[in-house]
């Protein structure tokens, strides 16, 4: 990821700092893993057992998860245990049987969009799903050009990295990539809409210049890398019309905004008015268990699926869909978009009330939160959100940080957090910036 939001993670020079017992962990991980992977936090922390908005350390310490976005209907959800529990006992195969019950789901899944978008491919991840988007686009639209946010993450395939700049500088960016800034009404104070699309019709025109033809202008509806954007609701519709009128395609990456995290829709493009012609989707999708998909209009899927043969293994397995079938269960029957409604505006309120100088704004949606850590200029201040964020973590409460500067604290928790979690997280934030500012 981005380097700069490297700066909670665990490093070298934290290692001195661990007990013996860390300090060998770290030495097993980083000799049979690896280099790639990485740690969060200054002080890793090791976890055996969830349950619904915790995770529990080896001691038994709970830890208040406001970040793992993923278990979206809670660690360990019963009913999403349950529902893949019974379906592993009975079946699990590919998708080239018959099998009502993926038809069951699909109906229901493409019941929650759009009627324009009612076709649907199943896959393991969001990788997946935004790497069959891009062919999908090529396709469609015979251009090779995509557009993305300057710190946009839209996966880690070799074609899906070529367009995710939050990945770092030692990740290059394909020649058909350009990128354009994120809107920021914080920042900018101005028709962000407007700024937007000039900016995308700039991105569109330099493609031509160089002898490319759009094919697809994707975006994370929240921009959760860029630094959690939500405001104003429709700022993407203009963007949207340029990259069509372009001959481009407009795709919608929800992968972390979707399925109601966002409270007022279950879509986070839902939020700007418009209908996508392509939509990936993952992560919370399955609770945990590894599905995701890409949904469509027909007529933008027909070049890509009467060509080309598109097969996944594990993509659409009975397992797989018994897991997302209950998460949509869990999010329908204890209206979880509701209180993602209702309790992210409780806890934007609660943070924005703490008065401490270095918030210098509290924006979002629902449960996905971000607020920018300001030093006394007003300016960015990475520095200080490294504190926070490891400080929150040794008070037992997990965040993380993003954004073009690493200053934007990351908040987005499962979506059974409660008014209760909420006050405890508000306690502890302002705590940690007392003792920090």
């Not at 660690?75 to 999403?80: E, F, I, T």
């Not at 893949?84 to 789901?105: F, K, P, S, V």
């Not at 200080?384 to 997990?398: A, F, H, P, Q």
Request: aromatic share 8%; glycine share 10%; charged share 20%.
């Amino acid at each position: 990821m981005n380097d700069k939001a490297m700066i909670n993670a665990f490093g070298q020079a934290d290692f001195s700092r661990l007990s013996a017992a860390e300090q060998a962990l770290v030495a097993r991980r980083e000799r049979v893993l690896g280099p790639a992977y990485r740690l969060f936090y200054e002080r890793p922390v090791e976890f055996v057992r969830g349950e619904g908005t915790w995770l529990f350390d080896r001691d038994g310490e709970a830890y208040l998860d406001a970040y793992n976005n993923v278990a979206s209907v809670g660690h360990a959800n019963p009913r999403v245990v349950a529902a893949m529990t019974d379906q592993a006992a009975r079946l699990n195969t590919h998708t080239r049987y018959l099998n009502e019950g993926l038809l069951d789901y699909a109906e229901r899944l493409v019941a929650t969009l759009p009627s324009e978008l009612s076709q649907v491919t199943f896959t393991c991840t969001g990788s997946e799903a935004n790497d069959l988007a891009w062919r999908v686009a090529r396709a469609r639209t015979g251009g090779t050009g995509i557009i993305v946010t300057s710190l946009a993450y839209h996966g880690v395939t070799d074609a899906v990295a070529a367009y995710s700049p939050s990945l770092g500088a030692a990740s290059p960016l394909g020649a058909h990539v350009r990128t354009v800034s994120a809107p920021s009404l914080y920042r900018q104070r101005d028709d962000v809409g407007a700024r937007f699309a000039a900016d995308v019709r700039a991105a569109i025109a330099d493609l031509q210049r160089h002898g490319l033809h759009p094919a697809m202008l994707i975006v994370d509806t929240i921009f959760s890398s860029d630094g959690v954007l939500a405001d104003p609701p429709g700022f993407l519709t203009e963007a949207a019309a340029a990259i069509r009128e372009a001959g481009g395609l407009f795709v919608a990456d929800e992968v972390q905004p979707g399925f109601g995290r966002t409270g007022d829709a279950m879509w986070g493009f839902a939020r700007h008015g418009l209908v996508p012609d392509l939509v990936t989707m993952g992560k919370p999708m399955g609770n945990g268990y590894p599905v995701a998909a890409l949904v469509g209009r027909p007529d933008v899927l027909a070049p890509f699926g009467q060509n080309i043969r598109y097969f996944n293994t594990y993509g659409g397995t009975p397992v797989a869909i018994a897991a997302a079938g209950a998460v949509l269960d869990e999010i329908e029957e204890r209206n979880l978009m509701l209180s993602a409604q209702a309790v992210g505006r409780l806890l934007r309120g609660d943070i924005a009330a703490i008065g401490n100088a270095a918030i210098g704004d509290v924006r979002g949606a629902g449960l996905f939160i971000g607020v920018e850590i300001v030093g006394p200029d007003g300016e960015p201040d990475a520095v200080l959100t490294g504190r926070i964020v490891n400080g929150m973590r040794e008070r037992r409460v997990l965040i993380s940080a993003s954004g073009p500067s690493a200053n934007v604290l990351k908040i987005r928790p499962p979506m059974v957090f409660d008014a209760g979690n909420a006050e405890q997280f508000t306690a502890t934030l302002a705590q940690v910036l007392k003792e920090n500012t």
